[in-house]
Every structure is written in C-alpha cells, then in structure tokens.
C-alpha cells in the first residue's frame, strides 16, 4: 500500500466518520419521535403509568444494545500479519461500532424532548453528538496507535 493510498483510505474513513453522527443522529430522532406519538403522555396521572412499559423496555434495551457494541468494538484488533487493507477496513468497522455505541449518549435527550417538548433537549443532542464527532476524528495518527496497540 502506498502512502497515497493509505492517505486516502484515510480520508474516507474520516468521511463516513463525520457522515455516521447526523445520519444515526437522525434516525435516533425519528424513531422517538414515531413512538412518541405512541406514547401516552399528559397531565394526569393515567397516562404516564401507561407508557411506563415502554420506558422500561428502552431502559433495558439500550445498555443492552450498548455493551454488544462495546464487545463487538473490543474484539476488532489490529494484526501486523493481515494485510494493511484489510487493518484499515478492520479500523473503519471499528470506528463505525464507536460511533454508534457514542450516538447512544443522545438518546436520553430525545427521550426527554418527547416529554417535556423542550427545544433546549434537541439543542443539546446536536451540541453533543457534534462535539463527539469532533473530538473523536479519526486520524493517521490515531490509526498508527491502534495498529501498535
């Protein structure tokens, strides 16, 4: 592989890196939004012991959800042995898996934008998950730690 490739292989994993966090960002939206119409919500006390069944499957669901990809994440380890193609491909799998399991963080705010309508809960995901794909771009320098790790 030459440095050109390389660089280039790396550019496109930075690409869908900052592609990942709007797109899953968005679908997390949806979705709560879709259930949030399901949802029963109001000012009595009925309604909220409805939608408690639910509450607690997403609690479940998400930490569940979460360290499969945490174990998942774990597993993919670079080998000098492979070829550098496919340690890059093995790397973009595994950025994809951090990425996802970090877009999760924002869940709860959306969550909470379905109760409370606060506009300040979306704000406040954006903020976040924009400065998670920020702080977490991967680099060549990045990959170079992971293949000596």
Known sequence: ????DFHKAIRRIRWLHWLHYPV???FMGVVVLVAGRHAAVGPTLEPRLATWPALLLLGALVPAVGVLLYVLYRRMQPNLRRPAELNLRVYQGRMFLRDSLLSLVGLPMLASYVF???VFDLVACGAM???LSWRTTPSAKTYQRW???
């Open 1 to 4: 592989m030459t440095d050109a």
């Open 24 to 26: 899953q960002g968005l």
């Open 116 to 118: 409370t309508h606060a």
């Open 129 to 131: 998950l924009l400065a």
């Open 147 to 149: 293949l000596l790790t």
